[in-house]
Structure formats: structure tokens, C-alpha cells
């Protein structure tokens, strides 16, 4: 099988130092370009998110720990509003919102939820289990 990309949330910081990788500001995400073959730019890198320019799309990966406030996760979701609003091409997100659902008809359970649902609405999109 060939692997291009290994995708992780809190990574182990020694492992995600190694070459090919590329971690956030704060060592919550990281990415490594294994395969090398295909072109891509760093295009974003905050505290918990890394986004990449890839030919096709932009790939983000998110992860935002259980413990953020949430006035803290709003202001998240509205740089990662901003992040997709700006990308000129489709983007895929790879995330972990730690927000609650009932999974059988994802139900929003939680404050966290219904901002996250409010931020799909705006950009007409769904989640896939």
C-alpha cells in the first residue's frame, strides 16, 4: 500500500520533530509527507490547525482539546471560517471539534455542537462519519 500523507492529533512531540514532519504552533496536530509525490505548500499553521495547499484541494487538520472554553472555541471556528472562506479550491477537513452529538441523527447535544453546526450551514456542508 502506498501511504502519502501520515495525519495525526497530539502527536508524540519527539516523533512529529522528525523529518518530513510538520507540526502547529502548539504540538496539538502534525502532518508528514511520507510519500513524497505530491506537490504541496504549507499554507496556514495556528495553535491546534495546519492547513495544505494541496493541487486539488486544501487539507486541513484540526484538533481542539475538551478542555477549551468556549468563548475559545468560538473564535477557533470563526479563523477556521475564515481558512475555508479564503481557499480557492474545495477543501477537506480532518478534524476533532470534541463536540457532542446523538451519532444516529447527529442531534446537536451541546454549545460546541451548535457552533460547529452554525459553521457548516454558512458554507453548505455535512458531516460524514
Not at 1 to 30: H, L, Q
Amino acid at each position: 500500500m502506498d501511504v502519502d500523507f501520515v495525519i495525526t492529533s497530539e502527536p508524540n512531540k519527539y516523533v512529529a520533530s522528525g523529518n518530513g514532519w510538520c507540526a502547529d504552533r502548539n504540538g496539538d496536530v502534525a502532518i508528514c509527507d511520507v510519500g513524497g509525490r505530491i506537490r504541496w505548500r504549507l499554507a496556514e499553521r495556528g495553535d491546534s490547525l495546519m492547513a495544505l495547499e494541496l493541487a486539488p484541494a486544501v487539507l486541513i487538520r484540526v484538533y481542539i482539546t475538551p478542555n477549551c472554553d468556549i468563548p475559545r472555541y468560538a473564535e477557533f471556528m470563526n479563523r477556521l471560517h475564515e481558512l475555508v472562506t479564503r481557499a480557492r479550491r474545495k477543501v477537506i477537513i480532518l478534524c476533532d471539534f470534541n463536540f457532542k452529538i446523538i451519532e444516529a441523527d447527529y442531534t446537536v447535544i451541546n454549545r460546541r455542537g451548535e457552533i460547529l453546526a452554525d459553521l457548516m450551514h454558512l458554507h453548505g456542508t455535512i458531516l460524514d462519519k
